[in-house]
């Protein structure tokens, strides 16, 4: 008897993904090149799994009915081309391979084309959710050929996790397009997870607030509006006691944040296609910047800060910050997703926008109550070239926006280092200027470079030759 899907690496991602496969009716063979991890594999399933390990390659390719379906859950970068080079040659023509990893598009792109000439399939497919989500129900962002989807797509929807009996899964779109989903869902979840810590600085040191009872803010905000996986496991953190000492175990980490590479992909990829994503990018930087440890010691106490002025009123404080940190998540979003419709076009993807936050409200982990708002606006209109720019979602902006200036203004007028929330608001109001003042810089340009610019009155490209100022 044949198996009806194959997995190749069986780390945690790979395992839990299936085992997740296997629940849900489906039989899977599973490969390593290490012999433990596929020993784990039969140990760890259950009797009504239909989960095989297999030794070899060849073991494992004929162990699949055709056209083999084979999942790839290996690190990015070589790890898949190695595998590519190995498996290829024993497949048969129509087979697919899926890419479930965190893959760079343009090598997705280049391995299409590569397999293509195999008469293979190759489709990149984001899986967010993390450990968890990949046993229990992650978000899952497939693109590629559509028939290739179409033979996955009762799997990926039974796999997947459910938002009012929807499935968290739908087709992102041609070629390279399901990582290009789940790099951007990454940048946006370093700009949350960069304005969350801001937010936390903002309540600890700004209103003093010890971790129980940020606790207790998290806690709150999670169960309003402001619901999210990630404010919900920020919660769980403050809860958490270390064991080797007697305190929380936050305030015994490192502040130097890793980085793995997909969000410096999204920032690297908005300013080769013109797209303006400063929160994103910011989130990135700051994670480099946090790595300079010593020299930040150094500096601090070079520059020694004034104390910073608890604010009056805490309990407003803290509701202030909470609806800064709301409009500037909502902001990274609407960047992140301005990334997206420009990249559709650029790439010619067809990037389903409606689709994309359908299927983030679930499963992955910028899962929040919020998406359920931009897929109402894409449903509207599925143009939306920006979430901005929607009627309803204005009316939240609106009711936020002084909350998110009166945060940025305490943060900077004491000190305390707010990055993330400074560019959210930065980017509202240029975004909302009509008038921005780089009819200065066009100026500039034509001044020293002979530029040229063009007219606010007339039609055409114009150059001056700009004289010097006599007195
Ligand atoms: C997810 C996560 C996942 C991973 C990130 C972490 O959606 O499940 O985004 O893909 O945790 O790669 O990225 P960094 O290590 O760069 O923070």
Same mark, same amino acid.
């Given at each position: 008897?044949?198996?009806?899907?194959?997995?190749?690496?069986?780390?945690?991602?790979?395992?839990?993904? *299936?085992?997740?496969?296997?629940?849900?009716?489906?039989? !899977?063979?599973?490969?390593?090149?290490?012999?433990?991890?596929?020993? #784990? *594999?039969?140990?760890?399933?259950?009797?009504?799994?239909?989960?095989?390990?297999?030794?070899?390659?060849?073991?494992?390719?004929?162990?699949?009915?055709?056209?083999?379906?084979?999942?790839?859950?290996?690190?990015?970068?070589?790890?898949?081309? %190695?595998?590519?080079?190995?498996?290829?040659?024993?497949?048969?023509?129509?087979?697919?391979?899926?890419?479930?990893?965190?893959?760079?598009?343009?090598?997705?792109?280049?391995?299409?084309?590569?397999?293509?000439?195999?008469?293979?399939?190759?489709?990149?497919?984001?899986?967010?959710?993390?450990?968890?989500?990949?046993?229990?129900?992650?978000?899952?962002?497939?693109?590629?050929?559509?028939?290739? =989807?179409?033979?996955?797509?009762?799997?990926?929807?039974?796999?997947?996790?459910?938002?009012?009996?929807?499935?968290?899964?739908?087709?992102?779109?041609?070629?390279?397009?399901?990582?290009?989903?789940?790099?951007?869902?990454?940048?946006?979840?370093?700009?949350?997870?960069?304005?969350?810590?801001?937010?936390?600085?903002?309540?600890?040191?700004?209103?003093?607030?010890?971790?129980?009872?940020?606790?207790?803010?998290?806690?709150?905000?999670?169960?309003?509006?402001?619901?999210?996986?990630?404010?919900? !496991?920020?919660?769980?953190?403050?809860?958490?006691?270390?064991?080797?000492?007697?305190?929380?175990?936050?305030?015994?980490?490192?502040?130097?944040?890793?980085?793995?590479?997909?969000?410096?992909?999204?920032?690297?990829?908005?300013?080769?296609?013109g797209v303006s994503i400063p929160t994103?990018?910011? %989130?990135?930087?700051?994670?480099?910047?946090?790595?300079?440890?010593?020299?930040?010691?150094?500096?601090?106490?070079?520059?020694?800060?004034?104390?910073?002025?608890?604010? #009056?009123?805490?309990?407003?404080?803290?509701?202030?910050?909470?609806?800064?940190?709301?409009l500037?998540?909502l902001i990274?979003?609407a960047q992140?997703?301005a990334? *997206?419709v420009k990249?559709?076009?650029?790439?010619?993807? #067809?990037?389903?926008?409606?689709?994309?936050?359908?299927?983030?409200?679930?499963?992955?982990?910028?899962?929040?109550?919020?998406?359920?708002? =931009?897929?109402?606006?894409?449903?509207?209109d599925?143009?939306l070239s920006n979430i901005l720019l929607d009627q309803?979602i204005s009316v939240i902006v609106k009711d936020k926006i002084n909350?998110l200036r009166?945060?940025a203004? =305490?943060?900077?007028?004491?000190?305390?280092?707010?990055?993330? !929330?400074q560019t959210a608001l930065g980017y509202f109001d240029a975004y909302t200027t009509e008038s921005l003042p780089v009819n200065l810089i066009q100026a500039q340009r034509d001044? =020293?470079?002979?530029?040229?610019y063009q007219r606010i009155d007339r039609e055409g490209?114009f150059?001056?030759?700009?004289?010097?100022?006599?007195?």
């Amino acid at each position: 008897e044949r198996y009806n899907y194959g997995m190749i690496g069986l780390g945690v991602m790979g395992r839990n993904l *299936l085992y997740n496969i296997a629940d849900n009716g489906f039989s !899977i063979a599973g490969f390593d090149l290490d012999e433990e991890k596929v020993k #784990e *594999l039969q140990d760890g399933a259950t009797s009504e799994m239909k989960v095989k390990g297999t030794a070899t390659l060849e073991d494992f390719v004929s162990a699949l009915e055709t056209p083999r379906k084979i999942i790839l859950m290996v690190p990015a970068g070589k790890p898949v081309d %190695a595998v590519l080079e190995n498996i290829t040659p024993l497949l048969s023509k129509g087979d697919i391979v899926i890419d479930a990893g965190n893959s760079y598009f343009k090598d997705t792109n280049r391995r299409v084309a590569d397999l293509a000439s195999k008469n293979l399939h190759f489709m990149g497919m984001g899986v967010s959710g993390g450990e968890k989500g990949a046993r229990t129900g992650p978000s899952i962002m497939p693109g590629g050929d559509l028939e290739a =989807f179409h033979l996955l797509q009762p799997m990926l929807e039974a796999i997947s996790a459910k938002v009012d009996n929807e499935a968290c899964t739908a087709y992102m779109g041609k070629d390279s397009a399901g990582n290009y989903v789940k790099m951007v869902h990454n940048g946006i979840e370093y700009a949350i997870m960069q304005l969350i810590s801001e937010a936390y600085d903002l309540l600890k040191r700004g209103a003093n607030l010890n971790n129980d009872q940020l606790y207790q803010v998290f806690k709150e905000w999670n169960n309003g509006e402001m619901n999210s996986f990630l404010i919900e !496991i920020t919660r769980d953190i403050f809860q958490q006691k270390d064991s080797l000492t007697d305190g929380s175990l936050v305030d015994q980490i490192l502040d130097k944040a890793g980085a793995k590479g997909t969000g410096k992909w999204t920032s690297e990829q908005a300013m080769e296609i013109g797209v303006s994503i400063p929160t994103i990018d910011i %989130a990135v930087t700051s994670r480099i910047l946090s790595a300079y440890k010593e020299e930040r010691v150094q500096a601090s106490q070079l520059y020694a800060k004034n104390e910073i002025k608890t604010p #009056e009123n805490i309990e407003l404080f803290i509701q202030e910050v909470g609806d800064a940190l709301y409009l500037a998540t909502l902001i990274s979003y609407a960047q992140g997703l301005a990334l *997206l419709v420009k990249a559709s076009e650029e790439y010619q993807f #067809e990037i389903p926008l409606k689709d994309v936050v359908k299927i983030w409200r679930g499963g992955c982990i910028i899962r929040s109550v919020l998406l359920e708002k =931009f897929y109402t606006a894409y449903s509207k209109d599925s143009n939306l070239s920006n979430i901005l720019l929607d009627q309803d979602i204005s009316v939240i902006v609106k009711d936020k926006i002084n909350s998110l200036r009166k945060t940025a203004a =305490f943060a900077a007028s004491n000190g305390v280092s707010s990055l993330g !929330i400074q560019t959210a608001l930065g980017y509202f109001d240029a975004y909302t200027t009509e008038s921005l003042p780089v009819n200065l810089i066009q100026a500039q340009r034509d001044y =020293f470079g002979a530029h040229t610019y063009q007219r606010i009155d007339r039609e055409g490209v114009f150059h001056t030759s700009w004289q010097t100022a006599t007195h």
